[in-house]
């Protein structure tokens, strides 16, 4: 027992014991299984905004931005998206934004992917985003993406989701022939040149005794299957974004089923949570704003990253359409914005790596991170402790489980978010998401509690 006075002392609470009601438990429960379906289809920044739109579509949004219009989508190049719900106060009141990013890290196809060696057929890739290389050997990986015919046309691919598909994979050393490399750096061990697909074995023409000494049959027979199967020849894959992923749906994890394992939570978790909540709240105050951003994970670089120029253009519609008289800087100097995004959980086998005071763990609920950056907060976001004090008063009034972390040991590491590029325009915004164990790996862990407190926590600042 603590002998503070407990009004005096902080205590973060668990989140299974703040919804411990049959109630909350039923609906903690629905919103996993919701989540879990939704993270075993999308698996790419196009499959996750075409999902969204979907979903906002039957919600009634309307990709037509008219005077009349009270939800309202707008998509920019399958990739980043913005849902808008216009609130009772005008936009140049301010807006509650909500950012998360739809880009997951993965392995890319090169755009001259396909040659053939020792009679394999093989593809050469080029990773996107932090990843550790030898978390993608030696395992199942699916093939998603598109490829753009010289016509326009646009061929989606999705190879290793059915059970019945093929699935393909990068090969590991045998430990038997490892003895050098064990002596390695890690850095140095796991070379991207060697992060190479194997995707086909059989020759072309077999059985054919004249054409059995031809170059490169296997090469042959996969420009054969991908013209037979989906109508593309070699030169197609130059304009092609093909993406290996993890194959295979999301699990349940733990012996109580307490945790949700599965590729991507970072940031699907919080691109899901944001459209729960605004699917949720329907008559806001203020106008409601949730923004997917590709690209994240390469810097927010791009045209449909963070610091493009979409964001500005759709609300300077915005403006023209519904309040033609206010200033452009006005709506955005009085914005409030949670950049949602996922927090490293404290993990129990590096403990060494976190400041454990101030660190984030599983099951209390979304974590807020008042700055990012790394070592002397170097390309940080610092939001204001007033704006902080405002999300405190929001959650605790609304009964939502909610922490404040940062990011591991001061001199250790350290990353960014989309936070310092909606902070340029003057608005409030802070980090917030759940916290996620082996984050940017193929299978991350994402306590079921967190996610459910994630979403309440989205809900009563979009309305608040
Ligand atoms: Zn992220």
Redesign the pocket.
């Known amino acids: 027992m603590s002998k503070l006075k407990p009004e005096l002392e902080h205590t973060s609470r668990n989140c299974w014991d703040v919804y411990a009601s049959a109630v909350d438990r039923k609906a903690l429960a629905a919103c996993a299984d919701s989540y879990m379906r939704f993270l075993s289809t999308c698996k790419t920044e196009r499959e996750t905004i075409d999902y969204v739109l979907d979903a906002v579509k039957k919600a009634g949004f309307s990709e037509t931005l008219a005077a009349s219009t009270k939800a309202y989508a707008r998509v920019l190049r399958g990739k980043s998206i913005l849902l808008v719900r216009r609130g009772r106060k005008p936009l140049s009141q301010g807006f509650r934004l909500l950012g998360a990013?739809a880009d997951t890290p993965r392995i890319d196809l090169k755009q001259h992917p396909l040659y053939e060696d020792t009679d394999l057929g093989l593809m050469k890739t080029h990773y996107y985003g932090g990843i550790r290389k030898y978390q993608w050997l030696a395992r199942e990986l699916a093939l998603h993406g598109v490829v753009v015919k010289k016509d326009g046309g646009i061929v989606k691919v999705c190879v290793g989701e059915d059970p019945n598909d093929p699935v393909l994979t990068i090969t590991d050393l045998l430990p038997h022939l490892a003895y050098k490399q064990v002596e390695q750096k890690v850095s140095e061990a796991f070379e991207a040149e060697k992060l190479n697909a194997v995707v086909a074995h059989e020759p072309a023409n077999a059985g054919d005794e004249k054409r059995a000494k031809d170059k490169d049959r296997v090469r042959q027979r996969v420009l054969e299957l991908l013209h037979k199967r989906y109508g593309v020849t070699e030169s197609d894959l130059f304009s092609a974004e093909l993406q290996l992923v993890p194959a295979g749906p999301a699990r349940n994890v733990g012996l109580d089923g307490s945790m949700i394992g599965g590729y991507g939570h970072?940031?699907r978790s919080?691109v899901f949570a944001a459209l729960q909540a605004l699917l949720s709240e329907k008559t806001p105050e203020h106008t409601q704003l949730v923004l997917f951003w590709d690209k994240?994970?390469i810097g927010s670089e791009g045209g449909t990253g963070a610091q493009s120029l979409f964001f500005e253009y759709a609300v300077a519609d915005l403006l023209a359409a519904w309040e033609p008289k206010a200033r452009l800087s006005e709506v955005f100097l009085r914005g409030m914005a949670i950049s949602a995004?996922?927090n490293a959980a404290v993990d129990p086998d590096h403990l060494d790596v976190y400041e454990k005071r101030n660190a984030a763990y599983m099951g209390y609920g979304p974590c807020f991170n008042k700055f990012t950056g790394h070592r002397g907060k170097v390309g940080a976001n610092d939001a204001h402790p007033e704006y902080v004090a405002y999300l405190r008063n929001i959650l605790d009034k609304a009964g939502v489980p909610w922490q404040m972390a940062e990011l591991g040991k001061v001199d250790l590491g350290g990353g960014g978010?989309v936070a310092k590029f909606l902070a340029v325009y003057g608005m409030d915004v802070i980090d917030m998401?759940p916290a996620v164990l082996s984050m940017h790996s193929p299978f991350e862990v994402l306590g079921k509690a967190d996610l459910y407190a994630t979403v309440l926590a989205f809900r009563a600042f979009l309305k608040s």
Do not use: A
């Open positions: 990013h970072d940031d919080c994240e994970e995004d996922v978010t998401g």
